[in-house]
């Protein structure tokens, strides 16, 4: 090893030697043709690469939170006027419960509000539906669903913890509340979450046709959107006033629906989503729609979505999903 070190000093210094003898002041300078004929790089005058949220698509200035995917389970019925804190979401999904009504599936990343709520509880759907490192702050679940929540490996939070509380202006179950900005100051995230749509631009969307209404039917509840400014108004919205969620899309999904297997109180069957294959997809985007196709591998699969000429993205941005069901849900949407 000595013996290839002394070598290569020796080579160098008759380099440098050779060099020197051969420079007859022919320096190159910034403006000689000489200069610029090989092509230089630099690492640090490159541009670094952007990154971009992983619930909205949107480009990210500054570093990550600590804290993981945050899901709210937030009731959506009438009793919950007003909801508290839709407005600070990155994404919402809308699944169905018992007896045709829904409830709110709330993802907060980027931006997290002092408070949310009413906070409801949990459904195996979800499992499909919370993506991996995720945690979600619930009201709790029946005990065969917490059992299957367990086993997915999803961390939940409930009352009893520190920041969730009762409200006592409101009526019972729909005054549990979460102080969600506190919450997220003590969850830490191992990694950053993968992206939860395949984001893309506006440029990227097919034509499609002109829609600037729709209605999601569920059963007993329907939601309805209009498309005005440039973004979709959910005109039968709980959502306290100013804090609505600021739709850019509005995509849905239709889903399968089974049996989850037992009763609520009231007797109603408890269906569960059966988010994973493959179903019908409408995009709502910019007062038109687009009509493709979903497809998951599996509950904690990837949302993959296409149309018959290839792969079609969601535009970045604030997106509601409508997981609908395919039987016994409807959508209708008009010009």
């Not at 007859?24 to 490159?46: C, L, M, R, V």
């Not at 600037?212 to 108004?233: E, I, K, N, P």
């Not at 037992?262 to 059966?274: C, I, L, R, S």
Request: negative net charge; proline residues 7%.
């Amino acid at each position: 090893m000595r013996h290839r070190l002394t070598v290569s000093v020796a080579a160098l210094a008759a380099a440098s030697l050779l060099l020197a003898g051969c420079g007859g002041g022919d320096e190159e300078t910034p403006g000689d043709p000489a200069a610029s004929s090989e092509p230089t790089t630099s690492d640090a005058s490159a541009p670094p690469e952007p990154v971009y949220w992983p619930l909205t698509g949107l480009e990210r200035k500054g570093n990550a939170p600590k804290h993981p995917v945050i899901v709210t389970k937030v009731d959506n019925t009438s009793s919950s006027a007003p909801q508290v804190g839709l407005g600070s979401a990155d994404l919402v999904v809308e699944e169905l419960v018992e007896g045709g009504y829904t409830r709110l599936a709330a993802f907060y990343y980027s931006k997290v509000p002092a408070d949310i709520g009413p906070v409801r509880s949990m459904r195996a759907s979800d499992i499909g539906i919370v993506p991996e490192g995720a945690t979600v702050v619930t009201s709790g679940a029946a005990q065969v669903t917490i059992n299957r929540i367990n086993g997915a490996g999803i961390p939940w939070i409930t009352e009893g913890a520190a920041g969730v509380y009762r409200d006592n202006t409101r009526s019972a179950p729909y005054n549990l509340f979460a102080h969600l900005a506190d919450i997220s100051k003590r969850l830490k995230a191992e990694e950053e979450p993968p992206a939860y749509l395949p984001w893309g631009t506006e440029a990227d969307l097919p034509k499609g046709d002109k829609a600037s209404t729709l209605t999601a039917d569920f059963g007993a509840h329907t939601t309805s959107w209009q498309f005005q400014g440039g973004r979709y108004v959910n005109t039968d919205s709980y959502a306290a006033e100013g804090d609505e969620f600021p739709a850019d899309s509005v995509l849905v999904l239709r889903v399968k629906v089974g049996d989850a297997g037992y009763t609520d109180p009231a007797g109603y069957p408890v269906p569960e989503t059966k988010f994973e294959g493959t179903g019908a997809a409408l995009l709502f985007h910019g007062g038109r729609v687009v009509r493709g196709t979903w497809s998951k591998d599996g509950l904690t699969g990837r949302i993959e979505l296409s149309t018959k000429n290839g792969e079609l993205t969601v535009p970045a941005g604030h997106t509601w999903v409508e997981l609908v069901p395919a039987v016994n849900g409807d959508v209708t949407f008009a010009k």
